[in-house]
């Protein structure tokens, strides 16, 4: 479904992604890990349009879509979250997921009747005309996932869902993502927290310093001396996993 070959991204002198090629196939759960600064955010950019890379090829569906924008991805089914919650905070949730709606749907009231099921989907349910602004940081999260939802993606990228979340909210978004994993949605998911992830994904890709140091199975990961190492000084226990 998605290719990414030889892909690297600069910041000035900064190689924030170098060379990185993955594959993700259809009905995909698969895991972005690495430490802070790894390059997982920028990946998800260079992926989804946001930055051109300066190298290599991202191919959705057999078709070369580097460098394409947002927009054009978006259509043609590929949507991210933001690690940094952007809701339109004086707009009501539903109204947030509805701007979402609107780019597939032609009409404001299909835009809304699939708002309202994105929102129950999410279990926002009870938050529809809150104020994004007002929701606490879980219900943002979810609020972002509804927004990428909306957009009718086959491929969708979480980047940092869990983060910040109680063990709880942690056992719910978990929840979630498995869900509309089972529903048919491929989906990315990066993750600073290791735990979560080891619990999710059923593919994990390892990131450090922009490049891809390992890939395999949790169970693999967990054991990979290259994946120990790089999180080592990290505030992580591979017990944890
Ligand atoms: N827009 C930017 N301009 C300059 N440097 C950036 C920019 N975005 C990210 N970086 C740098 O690129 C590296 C990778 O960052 P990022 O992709 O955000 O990592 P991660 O999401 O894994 O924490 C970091 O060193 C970061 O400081
Ligand atoms: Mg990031």
């Not at 708002?115 to 809150?130: F, K, N, Q, T």
């Not at 086959?154 to 709880?168: C, F, I, K, Q, S």
């Not at 140091?213 to 054991?223: D, F, L, M, R, V």
């Amino acid at each position: 479904m998605l290719t990414l070959e030889g892909v690297s991204k600069h910041f000035g002198g900064l190689t924030a992604v170098r060379e990185v090629s993955l594959q993700v196939r259809a009905g995909d759960l698969l895991g972005i890990i690495g430490p802070n600064g790894a390059g997982k955010t920028t990946l998800f950019n260079v992926i989804a349009g946001y930055y051109r890379p300066e190298a290599g090829r991202v191919v959705l569906e057999g078709r070369n879509v580097t460098g394409l924008p947002p927009h054009a991805i978006s259509r043609l089914g590929l949507t991210r979250t933001f690690q940094i919650v952007k809701p339109f905070g004086n707009l009501s949730v539903l109204e947030n997921v509805m701007i979402g709606a609107l780019s597939p749907l032609p009409s404001t009231r299909q835009a809304r009747a699939e708002a309202e099921r994105v929102i129950a989907v999410c279990g926002l349910g009870l938050h529809a005309h809150a104020r994004a602004r007002a929701l606490p940081l879980a219900l943002r999260k979810r609020l972002e996932v509804a927004r990428a939802l909306a957009t009718h993606p086959r491929l969708l990228l979480l980047d940092e869902v869990m983060a910040g979340l109680n063990p709880t909210e942690l056992v719910g978004m978990v929840d979630l993502v498995r869900r509309l994993h089972a529903d048919g949605l491929t989906i990315i998911v990066i993750e600073h927290i290791m735990a979560a992830m080891m619990r999710l994904a059923q593919r994990i890709v390892v990131l450090h310093h922009g490049e891809k140091i390992a890939e395999g199975t949790p169970q693999e990961i967990a054991s990979d001396r290259r994946v120990v190492d790089a999180y080592l000084g990290e505030d992580f226990s591979l017990a944890e996993a």
